[in-house]
Structure formats: C-alpha cells, structure tokens
C-alpha cells in the first residue's frame, strides 16, 4: 500500500523567505506524485506533478519540487514567498495499480509573516 | 484548463435529510470521478470512487447506503448523503481526471461542499 507523510504539521515563514515543505513516500514502484494547494474552505488547485523524467518539475506560482528517489522524497519549494501562499498544502502519490487513487499527505499549514 | 465545478458549495439541513451533492467536469470527460471526505484541520479521505456507468467502488469502512454514488454520464457525478445525522457533517471534495487512457493524469478538483446537519 502506498503512504505519504509530511513530517511538518505547520510552518511559519516571513514573506520574502524561501519554503520548502517536506514529503515523503512508501510506494513499491515508480510514483505519481502531486503536490496541492488549499486555501480555506476550498478544494484542492494542483500545484505541480511528478510522472517520470527530470527529476526537477516547475509548477504554478513560482513553486518547483524536487523528486529524490534515493530519499523516497518529493519536496516542495518556493524561493521568495508572497501572502498569498498562506495555504495548507498537501502531498499525493497516486499509481496505476491503485486505480490511480490519491494517498494525501496529512497536510502541511503554512503561515506567512509581514 | 480542467475544471470541475461542485453544488452545492454549503449545505445547512435538519437531520434526518437526504442530502445531494453534484460534481461535474466542465470541459472534459471523466469515466472516473471520486469523492472525498474532510474533517477540520486534517487530510482528505478517500470515500469512494465513481465510475461511469458501472456501481461505485467504496472505501473500508464507508457506508455504501449512507453514500449513494450515482455517475450517470461522463460529466457528472452525484453523492447522496442519506437520512444525514450531525456527524456526517464535514467537507465533502470531488475529483475528476480527464478521458484519455492515460493513467497518469492528476485530479482535478471541485471547490468542496460544506455540509451541516443540525
């Protein structure tokens, strides 16, 4: 069965600061892995996503995340934060074999301070 | 890009209710839409997952009468919370991928229901 655990429950970071969340996962095979975006009482905006290839993938907002096979992590990173990244955030791997159903992350709440 | 649209965005009933939640795919067609769960400050649990034209696939431990899935077309499907009680009051999440073949095309999401059932 697949898991992912992102050790980080919160995160307080000035803006202006670089980010970086944490995310790792247990799956036997080559992932699928997501990183998403909530901001409150809303669903969920896809950030970035890891199929295959370069191991460094860029997304949405400035956002990149890095995918470390080695570490069996995919980590989430953001040079310069703005406001408007106060979200929580949240890790997925999917795969082929689960019907590609989602596993989250318990989800990591960023606080971002003037 | 993909966008899944979600109605009713809040729900506020008295228990006992029957209450429907709609998730539908805009621009695109989705054989397979799948429904979460949230509870306040936690993750998403995966409820069940729809399938078009075929009965619903529900987690362990997930009432399949309490949830009824309903994915009558390529664009749309529904969660019927049946005979709801104050604690199946959560947020609830849609997600659809898009038709294709291709097994690794993420979710796209709804914006979530909130429902509350006094």
């Known amino acids: 069965a697949q898991s992912v655990t992102q050790p980080d429950i919160h995160i307080t970071v000035s803006e202006g600061a670089s980010l970086e969340l944490r995310c790792n996962y247990s799956?036997?095979?080559?992932?699928?892995l997501f990183w998403y975006v909530q901001s409150p009482g809303q669903g969920l905006q896809l950030l970035l996503k890891?199929?295959?290839?370069?191991?460094l993938v860029q997304g949405i907002k400035g956002f990149e995340a890095e995918f470390k096979r080695s570490q069996s992590s995919f980590n989430l990173r953001k040079p310069s934060v703005h406001w408007s990244d106060a979200a929580e955030y949240f890790c997925?791997?999917?795969?082929?074999?689960?019907?590609?159903?989602?596993?989250f992350g318990g989800g990591t709440r960023v606080l971002v301070k003037p | 890009g993909a966008v899944v649209s979600q109605h009713p965005s809040r729900v506020i009933c008295k228990s006992g209710t029957s209450v429907k939640i709609e998730c539908r795919s805009l621009?695109?067609?989705?054989?397979?839409m799948f429904w979460y769960r949230q509870f306040p400050k936690q993750s998403l649990m995966l409820m069940a997952t729809?399938?078009?034209?075929?009965?619903?696939?529900?987690e362990q431990g997930v009432e399949k009468d309490k949830f009824l899935i309903n994915h009558a077309s390529l664009t749309l499907s529904t969660l019927t919370v049946t005979s709801a009680h104050p604690e199946d009051s959560s947020f609830y999440i849609c997600?659809?991928?898009?038709?294709?073949?291709?097994?690794?095309?993420?979710?796209?999401f709804g914006d979530g229901t909130r429902l509350s059932i006094l």
């Open positions: 997600s659809a991928s898009e038709l294709g073949g291709r097994s690794n095309q993420p979710q796209h």
């Open positions: 799956y036997g095979a080559t992932p699928y």
């Open positions: 890891y199929f295959s290839g370069d191991t």
């Open positions: 997925a791997v999917g795969a082929r074999a689960a019907g590609n159903k989602l596993t």
């Open positions: 621009d695109f067609q989705a054989t397979t």
């Open positions: 729809s399938n078009e034209g075929s009965k619903a696939t529900y």
